[in-house]
Each structure stands twice: as structure tokens, then as C-alpha cells.
């Protein structure tokens, strides 16, 4: 067998020191630019790629998908009947960790600021409950009082 020089044809191509030649397969979704380096790999083997000018990492043909906006609308719903989280994330489908995030972010949204309204003076009426119980031994009893405004 003998080859015959093509193998010697890559030679010819010089880098610099440290220099990284530009990916032209593998473009940055962040800002396009083909520098970008191999950077192990994510849980399921699929290669990961590093951007040499943003510094995002990114997977090449990622198989995520979005969730569409029915599914968010029913997500809302389900979060108002105080279902657990990984049972919304069964039932919907989507992953619990994204779920958590989904929720995190809503909560980030509502105001912090509570809006209190005087109400007219007047008759005040309530119900009182009294309710104990042991902890731990039959020696030390803990009491709960709770008062509810029943009227107007």
C-alpha cells in the first residue's frame, strides 16, 4: 500500500499559538460568531459547544421544546386548585424542574404591596375557637385561640 501525499496536504495549514480555528458548522446563538470550541457534553451525550466571544454554551440541535401557551394557561388553573407541583408537571407534561422556575417567576410578578381599605365603623362582630393539643408528651399542652370576623 502506498499513499500517495494527500495526507500531507493538511500540513500546509499554519495557527497560531492558542488560536482556535472558527467553527463555520456550529455558529453562537447569541451573537453568530463561528468561534466557538467544544465543551464536553450534556447529560443524554449530546455534544456542547462554547462561544469565544460571548462565552454561552449551547447544545447543537437541542431537542427541548417550548411550552405553548395553552399548556401555561392550563398550568394556572391547575395552580389555583392547589394541586402538588408534580402532579401539574405529570398531568401537563412538562419537566418539574421548569415547572418550579415557571412558578418562582410568577411569584417574582405579583406586587409585594398590600393594598388596605378602611372599613366604615361600626358593630364588630366574631366567633372565638379555642383548640389544644399534646406535643411531644402528655405533659406539656399547646393551646390555639382563633378569632373570625363573622359579620359587618
Not at 453562537?28 to 457534553?41: A, Q
Not at 389555583?80 to 424542574?97: D, F, K, M, P, Q
Not at 404591596?113 to 399534646?134: A, H, N, R, T, Y
Amino acid at each position: 500500500m502506498s499513499f500517495s501525499g494527500s495526507c500531507l496536504a493538511y500540513s500546509n495549514i499554519s495557527l497560531a499559538p492558542n488560536k482556535i480555528p472558527p467553527s463555520p458548522l456550529f455558529p453562537c446563538p447569541n451573537c453568530g460568531s463561528h468561534h466557538t470550541i467544544k465543551k464536553g457534553s450534556i447529560h443524554n451525550g449530546k455534544p456542547k459547544r462554547q462561544c469565544k466571544e460571548c462565552g454561552r454554551q449551547f447544545v447543537i440541535n437541542p431537542t427541548n421544546k417550548t411550552v405553548s401557551d395553552d399548556t401555561k394557561q392550563l398550568i394556572d388553573k391547575l395552580l389555583l386548585e392547589r394541586i402538588s407541583l408534580r402532579g401539574i408537571a405529570r398531568v401537563t407534561g412538562v419537566s418539574w424542574s421548569w415547572l418550579q422556575n415557571y412558578v418562582n417567576n410568577k411569584l417574582a410578578a405579583v406586587p409585594r404591596q398590600i393594598k388596605v381599605s378602611d372599613k366604615p365603623k361600626g358593630k364588630l362582630v366574631i366567633e372565638c375557637d379555642e383548640m389544644w393539643s399534646f406535643v411531644f408528651s402528655k405533659t406539656i399542652k399547646v393551646y390555639i385561640w382563633l378569632a373570625i370576623e363573622t359579620g359587618v
